[in-house]
């Protein structure tokens, strides 16, 4: 037998080049379920809040249900709510994306409504005299100009989902987070930073590029300042 | 339906409130550590944030520590926590980590509540002749406290679920019962366990709710 080998693996360091290195294909599998996990969820949850926060909109008295169940939901722990959904999902990456819909919604709902609610009477009603019908009403004026709203929900979720899905390591299908839980039980200190560093790092970058998006789609906001 | 009955048998078995592993015990554990965590937490970011609200500066700092703190995994900081010499303190990488959840939301209502407090009637104070100190602590902290106690409770809340993740990490709390359930493949437990936390969620929320009813409201109309 040789002389185990003195590199930063095998002296357990926080910060190792070696486990980057070696360990690039599990890093890059679970970085690939992060995304998946993250971007699903809050994609089914836009799907989700945007129905729900025209209705709430259109509908004053559904406005009050539909915040109030959002609300409750999100109240719900994250390992609790995982655990919830087991019976119906059982232990899948399925009931991981479910329990971050039902988280994003709070965020979703609350911002689109909120941004649909800032339209300017004034504004509906010239749209409405230049014989605007409620759709074209809808999908060319009010959620134009909720725009700004919905975004910073919308980021606000995404970086809140990309968090939050570390902890579908219980289930074995939280991204990162499997790599982070697995690195607690046997104590590998190298796997643990590098993961929890790569989630930072995917929220920050998922933020700017939301950011980026707002920025592109929403140039009358530009206009206006310069 | 079958899961619910099971998981419905589970939390009426007088046996599993019992004990070390009782939901009594448990139930115990997650209320100290919310309690200190969000004791602490207060402590921490209330002088801060009103002492910068008063000021006016460092708004900026406030939000973009709340944007942070949200990017960062509670879990994570749990585990990295635990794997430092902190992690030989007992429950002490659960405190941290809670801690460091609870502060940006706490910083971000209450500099907020700070500054929204009508320009004005802060004017009118100073004209009266009030000092500094007068003014935050008659003035702006009066008018400022319903936000700065819907920072407390966002806080508490928040706190109350994500003290289970301590669990994950072998600390104590009602997180135990839904890990537990996991390891022993229990799926009425799991759910059980699921249900406490979540209702103990909602009682927290309830309470502060009645309280903000019943206080005086200080301050406003």
Known sequence: ?226 | MNTLTDAWNWLTDPAHWAGDDGVWHRLGQHLVLTVVCLVISCLIALPVALVLGHLGRGGALAVNISNVGRAVPTFAVLVLLLLTPVGDWGEGPTVVALVLFAVPPLLTNAYVGMREVDRDVVRAARGMGMTGRQLLWRVEAPLAMPMIMGGVRIAAVQLVATATIAALAGGGGLGRIITAGFNLASTPQVVAGAVLVAVFALLVEAVFEAAERLLPRRGTR
Not at chain 1, 138 to 164: D, F, H, K, N, Q
């Open chain 1, 1 to 226: 037998m040789t002389a185990p080998p003195d590199d930063c693996l095998a002296r357990n360091e926080w910060i190792c080049g070696d486990y980057l290195s070696t360990r690039r294909h599990i890093l890059l599998d679970a970085v690939g379920q992060h995304l998946q996990l993250t971007v699903l969820s809050v994609l089914i949850g836009l799907a989700i809040a945007l129905p729900l926060a025209v209705l709430a909109r259109r509908w004053g008295w559904a406005a009050g249900p539909v915040l109030a169940v959002t609300t409750v939901l999100y109240t719900i722990p994250s390992l609790a709510m995982f655990s919830l959904l087991l019976p119906v999902y059982g232990l899948s990456a399925a009931l991981v994306v479910a329990g971050l819909v039902l988280y994003s919604l709070t965020l979703l709902v609350r911002n689109i409504l909120a941004g649909l609610r800032a339209v300017p009477e004034d504004t509906r009603q010239a749209a409405r005299g230049m014989g605007y019908g409620p759709v074209r009403l809808l999908l060319t004026v009010e959620l134009p100009l909720a725009l700004p709203a919905a975004m910073a929900g919308l980021r606000i979720a995404t970086v809140s989902a990309v968090s939050l899905a570390t902890v579908g390591a219980i289930v074995g299908f939280g991204g990162l987070g499997n790599l982070i839980y697995a690195g607690m039980n046997t104590y590998f200190k190298a796997q643990v930073l590098t993961a929890s560093v790569l989630c930072v790092v995917i929220a920050v970058a998922a933020d700017l590029l939301l950011l980026g998006i707002q920025w592109l789609i929403t140039p009358w906001t530009r206009a206006r300042r310069g």
